[in-house]
T-cell receptor, first 113, second 110 residues
Framework: DSGVTQTPKHLITATGQRVTLRCSPRSGDLSVYWYQQSLDQGLQFLIQYYNGEERAKGNILERFSAQQFPDLHSELNLSSLELGDSALYFC????????????FGQGTRLTVV | GQSLEQPSEVTAVEGAIVQINCTYQTSGFYGLSWYQQHDGGAPTFLSYNALDGLEETGRFSSFLSRSDSYGYLLLQELQMKDSASYFCAVSPPGGTALIFGKGTTLSVSS
C-alpha cells in the first residue's frame, strides 16, 4: 500500500459528460501529480500541484482541469468527454517539489462509451 | 524537452538475467529512476541513479552513464512474478514531475 488513495476505482460514463477523480496523497506529501495511461502507452504527465498551487503542466487538455485543496487532496476534472479519454488515471505524491521517488495510487479506470 | 527510449518487449526464462536499456535525450535532469508496473496495477519505485555507476538493490541493479545518455535496469535470478512493465523516468530540473519512457514489457517463462 503506497498510502495514496484514489477514488473511484472504476468509472463508466457517456461521451460529452463530466467526471471528477479524487486523490488523497500520502500523509505529509505536499506534491501531487496526475498521469494518464492509455492502452499500451506510457505514463503521460498531466499536471502537478505543490502545497495547493499549480507547479507544472504537461500534456493536459483544455477540457481537463485540476486543483489541490488546503487539506492537500486533489481532484482532476474531465469534461466534454470523448472516447479517446478512456484510460487509467493515476495520482502520485511525493514529499518535496519534485522528489526522485513518487508514490502512486491504484488509479481510476475511466471508460467513456 | 525530454524523451526516453526503451525496448517495447523483452522475454526471458526463470533464473536468467535480463537487461532493460533506456536511452534518453534531455536538456538536463537530476537522476534516472526505474518503476515496475504489474498489469493494471500502480507503478512502484524500484531504483534511482543520481550519479554515474551501478546501484544495487537485491536482485535488481540500475546503471547510469550521463556521458552516453544511457541507463539500464538489470534483473537477476528472474522469477515469474517479475513479469511486468518496467519504466525508466527522469527527474527534470526545477523539481517537477517525473517524465516516463513508454515502458518495457518483460515476460518471464518457466
Amino acid at each position: 500500500d503506497s498510502g495514496v488513495t484514489q477514488t473511484p476505482k472504476h468509472l463508466i460514463t457517456a461521451t460529452g459528460q463530466r467526471v471528477t477523480l479524487r486523490c488523497s496523497p500520502r500523509s505529509g506529501d505536499l506534491s501531487v501529480y496526475w498521469y494518464q495511461q492509455s492502452l499500451d502507452q506510457g505514463l503521460q504527465f498531466l499536471i502537478q500541484y505543490y502545497n495547493g498551487e499549480e507547479r507544472a503542466k504537461g500534456n493536459i487538455l483544455e477540457r481537463f482541469s485540476a486543483q489541490q485543496f488546503p487539506d492537500l487532496h486533489s481532484e482532476l476534472n474531465l469534461s466534454s468527454l470523448e472516447l479517446g479519454d478512456s484510460a487509467l488515471y493515476f495520482c502520485a505524491s511525493s514529499g518535496g517539489k519534485g522528489n526522485t521517488e513518487a508514490f502512486f495510487g491504484q488509479g481510476t479506470r475511466l471508460t467513456v462509451v | 524537452g525530454q524523451s526516453l527510449e526503451q525496448p517495447s518487449e523483452v522475454t526471458a526464462v526463470e533464473g536468467a538475467i535480463v537487461q532493460i536499456n533506456c536511452t534518453y535525450q534531455t536538456s538536463g535532469f537530476y537522476g534516472l529512476s526505474w518503476y515496475q508496473q504489474h498489469d493494471g496495477g500502480a507503478p512502484t519505485f524500484l531504483s534511482y541513479n543520481a550519479l554515474d555507476g551501478l546501484e544495487e538493490t537485491g536482485r535488481f541493479s540500475s546503471f547510469l552513464s550521463r556521458s552516453d545518455s544511457y541507463g539500464y535496469l538489470l534483473l537477476q535470478e528472474l522469477q515469474m512474478k517479475d513479469s511486468a512493465s518496467y519504466f525508466c523516468a527522469v527527474s527534470p530540473p526545477g523539481g517537477t514531475a517525473l517524465i516516463f519512457g513508454k515502458g518495457t514489457t518483460l515476460s518471464v517463462s518457466s
